[in-house]
């Protein structure tokens, strides 16, 4: 019986090993399992980061390329209010120098329209010592006789002049 007590406790010493090699090779494929998904994570996160500094990259230079586009619009839109200042400036001072322009025109306008009176009013006392004159000349030749030594009839005195007769308008 002895014998048997001995293949019974081999036996079962036997069960007990292959049962921990059968929990040690399940560990081994859990624990083979799960480093093939922590380098297959690791992998994927390498990959995402450097896919990450890649589209931060990529950013990075559309960032530079619009600030460089901001700056060169801004520059662009002062130039443009610069220049609409310029031309709304440059209005003005034409305004301001039409205006100059017309009332310096009004002015010669009113100085020309008072020397052609003064014109007209010296051509109509022309015209009347002339009418004079030749009516005086043309009396004096037919009366000779009648002209006296200090006063002659074709020229009209101080107190004929025209200017001090009132001219019919």
Do not use: F
């Not at 619009?66 to 619009?73: D, V």
């Amino acid at each position: 019986m002895a014998a048997n007590n001995r293949s019974s406790g081999k036996s079962g010493a036997g069960r007990a090993v292959a049962r921990e090699l059968d929990q040690l090779k399940k560990k081994v494929k859990e624990l083979a399992l799960k480093l093939e998904r922590e380098a297959k994570a690791r992998e994927l996160a390498a990959r995402l980061a450097v896919v990450a500094k890649k589209a931060r990259e990529q950013l990075t230079r559309e960032i530079k390329a619009l600030r460089e586009q901001g700056r060169k619009m801004a520059s662009e839109l002062k130039s443009a209010i610069t220049d609409a200042n310029k031309r709304k400036q440059t209005v003005e001072e034409a305004r301001g120098k039409i205006a100059e322009l017309r009332a310096e025109l009004a002015r010669r306008t009113a100085d020309l329209k008072h020397k052609s009176e003064e014109l007209k009013k010296l051509a109509r006392e022309s015209a009347h010592r002339a009418a004079v004159i030749i009516g005086g000349a043309s009396q004096s030749a037919a009366e000779p006789a009648q002209s006296s030594v200090g006063s002659r009839p074709s020229e009209p005195g101080p107190e004929d002049h025209p200017s001090d007769k009132p001219t019919p308008t």
